[in-house]
């Protein structure tokens, strides 16, 4: 297990490594440097080439992925080439909001796929296809829904129609009721992708625990349906489930980045978009190493948690 | 949104012969390519013909019909320019099924040489490419065609290749570990024993047994595609106004919602179907190749 561990952790700062040398030398392959785009034609050659050796651009391409490294190792991200605050801060500022939005994605997915596709695979297992194809098809048209558009027809029917939840506003951790009203939709549109996937993965993995022989002799033992169900076959099918949480959470990464941006909530997502608009090349390189860096820990710690669990897995 | 999942290789479909007119028989005889074209004919031959049929120019502006709810005239209405929507959505279209064809292309085509090369040498190949797909892999997807196109510049060829990026370590991934599997089977063997060479090997003995389950998976990557450059459009990032793409024609509703119910959520719809039989094609070109799952 230790060995194991600590190879899939070497594997991990080798893909780390390669995540950040990858973005560092894709970024100055920008035509023109940041300065330039920042000062527009206002600076003369003098002054810029000053503002370029205050910002190490000078120095040999090497000396700054070098220098660079060394700032990350220590987690100084720099400060934003536009309004020189640090960028460390900013993203500290703007994580509660998109950890609030992921975790309640995950929870309202759990609650409502693991449920669903029980029920599914309970249903397909006693021969009765209609209710199984009616949640299996249900679960795929959500699926490809782009997030993008149920947000908007979210916001037109509980925001603008019925006016059940603000659609602006200022969002605070200082304030959760207001922080839960403004996350409630954006949860609920991510939840409608997520729930696909995973009530589809729990059917799947349900099914083919009903028909092993412990749960026959659950049954026939005496103990109620949903007893076996919940208790004996769902415990034993968690695993696949467990693992596909953790795998999609790259695409709640990005699901995050495109409602923070509907909704207007100042999350990290946000930070990018507007990292994006401005040109701000410093905090868009930090932003997607970053982002890399959260779904590489979440992969690797599933495939951990994977590997405990699962006796029957060999190292 | 939808992610790319790529299918695992059925065991046993991948010799499993489709070209030919059996196989074309056998797909259009399938229940959800037909649902799938149901869906998608009607579209396509709209996006085809749009120059033909009785429709304004997607830039055409008309000032006495601005802001207008879906009516005869306007069967998707029209935006605050007066331009017409369907005509519009149909110009999108045309980008997105472009964008998407173009990916799935360009994707396979890589996949399929670099993934060939790992499996069928392994060693040292092997290694450096799966690292470095391991890298690209560590990006969620929309995020990596962000951090592109912010490299690359807006457009359709920026957005083209940054999606494309992103899918060719799956294509590689997937085409790896059909070629290993293929390798060590016995009538490789067999041909090794007549002294056939190694790019004999590849092309005529590995090669065409990969092609079926490749081609499932790029329909799913067209459909990722499409959704893909839609979201970039959306946040501004991808094909730029006044060229009309799904993405930025919903993105231009966003400001009128309350106004224009329309100007949103008829593209929007568009771009479901469009997903939702892409996916049904490759459910249905899945189930003909699977002999497993023929009655």
Known sequence: ?315 | MAHLSIPLPARRSIHFDVSGFNGLIRLLTNRRVQLALLILGPILFLTIFRPYLPLPGPLETNLRAMTKPPSFEHLFGTDRMGRDLLSRTLAGVQISMFVGFAVALLSLTVGLVMGTLAGFFGGVIDRVMMTITDIFLAFPSLLLAIGLVSVMGTGMLPVVLAISLSDVPRFIRLQRSLVLTLRSRAYIDAARTVKASQLWLMSRHIVPNTIAPLLVAASIAAANAILVEAGLSFLGLGIMPPAPSLGNLIRDGQTYLEQAWWISTLPGTVILLIAISLHFLSDGIRQVLDPRSRK
């Open chain 1, 1 to 315: 297990m230790l060995t194991y561990s600590l190879k899939r952790l070497a594997q991990l700062f080798v893909t780390v490594l390669g995540v950040v040398t990858l973005v560092f030398f894709t970024m100055r392959m920008i035509p023109g440097d940041p300065i330039s785009a920042m000062a527009g034609d206002n600076l003369s050659g003098a002054a810029l080439d000053q503002m370029r050796g205050q910002m190490g651009l000078n120095d040999p391409l090497l000396i700054q992925y070098l220098k660079y490294l060394g700032h990350l190792a220590v987690l100084d991200f720099g400060n934003t080439v536009t309004t020189k605050l640090p960028i460390v801060g900013l993203i500290l500022g703007a994580l509660p909001v998109t950890v609030s939005i992921a975790l309640g994605t995950i929870l309202l997915t759990v609650l409502i796929s693991i449920p669903l596709g029980t029920l599914a695979a309970y249903m397909a297992h006693k021969g009765h296809r209609m209710l199984d194809n009616i949640i299996t098809g249900v679960a795929m048209v959500l699926d490809l829904m782009p997030s993008f558009w149920t947000s908007l027809v979210c916001l037109l029917i509980f925001s603008l129609t019925l006016g059940w939840f603000p659609a602006s506003g200022t969002v605070s951790i200082d304030d959760p009721g207001q922080l839960l009203r403004r996350v409630a939709l954006p949860v609920l549109v991510l939840s409608m992708a997520q729930v696909a996937t995973l009530a589809r993965i729990t059917r799947t993995s349900v099914l083919e625990v009903l028909s092993e022989d412990y749960v026959r002799t659950a049954r026939s033992m005496g103990w109620s349906e949903l007893r076996v169900l919940f208790r004996h076959a769902l415990k034993n099918a968690a695993l696949p489930i467990v693992t596909v949480i953790g795998l999609s959470f790259g695409n709640l990464l990005n699901g995050t980045v495109i409602v923070e941006f509907i909704f207007t909530l100042p999350g990290i997502g946000n930070l990018l978009v507007g990292g994006m608009n401005s040109r701000d090349y410093q905090m868009v390189q930090t932003l997607i190493v970053f982002y890399a860096m959260i779904f590489v820990l979440i992969n690797f710690t599933t495939d951990l948690i994977y590997r405990v669990f699962d006796p029957r897995v060999q190292f």
